[in-house]
């Protein structure tokens, strides 16, 4: 994003099993109250991160992934999704 102003940087280590977040949700906070972009650095897939960014409505760039939008997120959310994110590809059936 060339030409924009950073409002705020923020950081937060992920831990796999705690799903607190304190630093999304003041960045969250801010982002919404300046009608701003969130820039992110690695989007997280964790359970409790994606819907947290969904629900918010925040707009946001992610770095490793700048096709990702809100969109992405709802499929990704997707119970479908999921379970065919998690089905072996290019499995044979044998009959």
Do not use: H, Y
């Not at 099993?17 to 820039?39: C, D, H, Q, S, Y």
């Amino acid at each position: 994003m060339r030409g924009a102003d950073v409002l705020a940087r923020f950081t937060e280590v992920e831990n796999g099993r705690e799903n607190e977040r304190p630093e999304l949700a003041k960045t969250l906070t801010l982002a919404k109250l300046n009608g701003a972009t969130l820039v992110i650095d690695r989007l997280s897939r964790t359970a409790a991160f994606l819907p947290t960014l969904r629900q918010s409505g925040v707009r946001f760039l992610a770095c490793d992934m700048p096709e990702a939008n809100d969109l992405s997120l709802v499929l990704w959310l997707s119970p479908r999704s999921r379970s065919a994110a998690r089905s072996p590809r290019g499995r044979r059936r044998r009959w």
